[in-house]
């Protein structure tokens, strides 16, 4: 199993002698709508990174709806093509789709249209990451966060009726809790799990709380998921709990 976590690129030396797989950094951070003229240095930094940069979360910027009455089509299309390129380029492998301000279901409109909108979004999506060779991992964010794809199974269906390669599924440690999800759905998910995202009780880091990751853990070994961990979560004292979180992460898993 590889461990990461979700943060900026700053910080990717510091978790690399801290004993990190990989670095989770945001798509918006690579500024998509703006041409790689602009965006050299951005770029050059990240392909420069210390850990790799294999995971990316934060897809799509808020004011870029992709349901209700306001779909601008080519703009999304745009999106698509510069982030995942800038994402493959960069050695990245999966793409979190959680975005719960760009997929928001506009009060008033139908939920099945916005489903609809939402399938339609993800195979043009799978058309530029199977260009590029990336997954696609839908995240299903807390009812309190968004109003629609709240649960795994939810995201397991809509990955099922998308039917493609690249469209998978994302397991977040936090939202499932805050919802009540049971784990089983993980275990439902089997194969369609492409990623995960890990927090602690109050999405703090792992081993601050009372979230038992042993058993979140056998739940991944019993499907054979072994990709990737993400530590998404807010830090106190970055440099003091970052090492501990992954120590503490490591010995879950084998004691799992
Ligand atoms: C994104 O991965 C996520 O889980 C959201 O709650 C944004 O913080
Ligand atoms: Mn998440």
């Not at 990461?4 to 998509?32: H, R």
């Not at 050059?44 to 601008?72: C, H, M, Q, W």
Request: net charge negative; aromatic share 8%.
């Amino acid at each position: 199993m590889k461990f990461g976590v979700c943060a900026p690129l700053e910080e990717a030396a510091f978790l690399k002698d801290a004993g990190y797989d990989y670095i989770e950094l945001t798509v918006v951070s690579l500024m998509p709508e703006k041409s790689d003229e602009e965006c050299g240095e951005i770029l050059r930094r990240a392909a420069a990174s210390p850990l790799p940069a294999e995971a990316f979360n934060v897809f799509l910027p808020g004011d870029l709806k992709i349901t209700g009455p306001e779909v601008d089509e080519g703009r999304v299309e745009r999106y698509l093509r510069s982030s995942l390129r800038r994402v493959a380029d960069l050695g990245g492998r999966v793409v979190v789709f959680g975005s719960g301000g760009a997929r928001r279901v506009p009060d008033g409109f139908p939920q099945e249209r916005a489903w609809e909108q939402l399938r339609g979004f993800l195979h043009k999506a799978a058309d530029c990451a199977e260009e590029f060779g990336l997954v696609l991992a839908i995240e299903p964010l807390n009812t309190k966060e968004c109003n629609i794809i709240n649960s795994v199974s939810e995201a397991v269906r809509l990955s099922e009726e998308v039917n493609r390669p690249s469209v998978k599924v994302l397991a977040d440690m936090f939202h499932m809790v805050v919802d009540g999800e049971p784990l089983e759905s993980v275990t439902v998910a089997g194969s369609r799990l492409a990623h995960v995202h890990v927090a602690d009780t109050d999405r703090l880091y792992p081993g601050s709380g009372r979230n038992d990751f042993r058993a979140f853990f056998r739940a991944l070994k019993s499907i054979g998921y072994d990709a990737r961990v993400s530590i998404e979560c807010r830090w106190g004292d970055f440099n003091a709990e970052a090492p501990k979180a992954l120590e503490f992460l490591k010995e879950q898993w084998a004691s799992a």
